[in-house]
């Protein structure tokens, strides 16, 4: 036997008991986008490494530190995606979509950074991304923030806190950068050394530093607030009259700048205390400049990003009831010469119900061993064919998880049958 091959440091499989999580928080966020009318895009994994240089910035950790980059056989250097944004700016100018006018749309994907891998955090994960283009004012903004809440309700999440900023002008970002710089520079000594190297780079950057005693500096920064310009002011101000008036708790937090060089004015984060460090769920803003900056035309955009793997745990947390996914119907085929009318009755119920869930015992078996298969798939009935019910033209019915006598089936009436009694077809 060989030497077992295992998985690839912070990458991990979902198994079966765990996939109704998935499933529930997949089926409702299609849900939840196409109420708001927006529409599924997808993007490839791998992109040009240079896409996420010019978009995420050459000082933030991802570009620095975590992309995992290669250069293939015909030399063109390549990255697995860190995140969705960049590359469905670069897919909506490929394809000439802006000069559609205004887009909305959202994708759903893994994606890939060399992390310390850790509980939440993880080198394969997966996100859902949204997305909007071509829209100036607030309310985008406000809708963004609304979608993602109502998305958690949906869920039956709670205990989410939305904390927001304003990043400004790229002009008025810049002025506060040097006020950074020099207020850090005082400080340069007693600064960590990643905070001394943002230091040159990106000042900004220092703010997320979570180191405790540059925190402690970090307690004392300017704030971004006072370098924003009157633009950017009303602009966030609009922003937190929507969401009052929609009923939306948020907390203005000053220091949040969030880590992509390409964000400017909204920025915010919806964070929870059930997951530990990895406090943040979703988060996003607004990057006005980046699909010119990729190369289109200039045009405002707005996007944020849901960790799926966070979310999980959160329901998983918050609903420990979710289970796989279960078959409703288990057939039963006792005897030789029943395997070919049992695939033909199984095909002729999934034609009748296509939303009907059935499992059909293969590999043979003793009655009582194929009845302990059944009740250990979690089937509702059992559904029972023998030769001698093969001869008549009938099928035994047997509830598995309810108080009902078995009965006996024609083959004629069985599909009805198992309508009534599982609900099938009734909305």
Same mark, same amino acid.
């Not at 091959?5 to 979902?14: A, C, M, S, T, Y």
């Not at 400017?264 to 460090?277: M, N, P």
């Not at 395997?339 to 009582?368: C, H, T, V, Y």
């Given at each position: ?251 203005? *937090? &000053?220091? @949040? +700048? /969030? ?12 964070? !929870?205390? =059930?997951? %530990? ?41 918050? *609903? &420990?009831? @979710? +289970? /796989? ?12 010469? !029943?395997? =070919?009318? %049992? ?46 019910? /093969? ?37």
């Amino acid at each position: 036997m060989g030497k077992i091959i295992e998985p690839l440091r912070g990458v991990h499989d979902v198994l079966p008991e765990k996939v109704a999580a998935w499933q529930l928080l997949e089926r409702i966020t299609r849900e939840v986008f196409a109420g708001y009318g927006y529409e599924e895009f997808r993007v490839p994994v791998i992109e040009q490494t240079q896409l996420f240089k010019r978009s995420i910035g050459d000082f933030t950790d991802i570009v620095e530190k975590e992309m995992f980059s290669f250069v293939d056989q015909g030399e063109d250097h390549i990255t697995l995606r860190p995140e969705a944004t960049a590359g469905i700016v670069r897919a909506m100018i490929s394809n000439g979509l802006l000069r559609e006018g205004r887009l909305r749309v959202w994708c759903m994907g893994p994606m890939f950074r060399r992390e310390r891998p850790q509980a939440g955090r993880y080198r394969q994960f997966h996100q859902i991304d949204a997305e909007a283009f071509g829209f100036e004012g607030p309310d985008i903004d406000a809708e963004m923030i609304l979608l993602s809440a109502r998305l958690f309700r949906r869920l039956g999440l709670t205990g989410l806190k939305l904390c927001l900023n304003s990043l400004g002008t790229p002009a008025a970002r810049a002025a506060y950068r040097d006020r950074l710089a020099a207020y850090f520079g005082t400080h340069e000594s007693s600064l960590d050394e990643d905070s001394k190297r943002r230091l040159q780079g990106n000042p900004l950057r220092i703010l997320d530093s979570k180191n405790a005693s540059t925190q402690r500096i970090v307690a004392g920064a300017p704030l971004l607030a006072d370098s924003l310009d009157a633009e950017s002011k009303a602009h966030f101000e609009g922003l937190c009259a929507h969401l009052r008036s929609a009923g939306i708790e948020y907390h203005v *937090e &000053p220091h @949040l +700048v /969030r880590g992509l060089d390409y964000y400017t004015r909204t920025v915010f984060e919806w964070t !929870t205390d =059930a997951l %530990g460090s990895q406090s943040t769920v979703c988060a996003g803003g607004r990057y006005d400049g980046l699909v010119a900056q990729l190369g289109g035309a200039a045009t405002p955009g707005i996007g944020w990003a849901m960790g799926q793997e966070r979310i999980v745990m959160l329901l998983e947390k918050q *609903e &420990p009831g @979710l +289970v /796989r996914e279960q078959p409703q119907v288990y057939l039963v085929l006792v005897g030789e010469g !029943t395997e =070919a009318a %049992g695939f033909k009755l199984a095909e002729q119920l999934r034609d009748a119900w296509p939303s009907l869930k059935l499992q059909i015992n293969l590999g043979g078996g003793s009655f009582k061993t194929q009845f302990k298969r059944a009740d250990k798939s979690g089937a509702q009935f059992a559904v029972v064919l023998g030769d001698d019910e /093969r001869a008549r033209e009938v099928v035994a019915l047997k509830a598995l998880r309810r108080e009902m006598p078995q009965e006996e089936c024609a083959f004629s009436q069985i599909s009805e049958r198992l309508g009534v009694l599982l609900g099938l077809g009734i909305s």
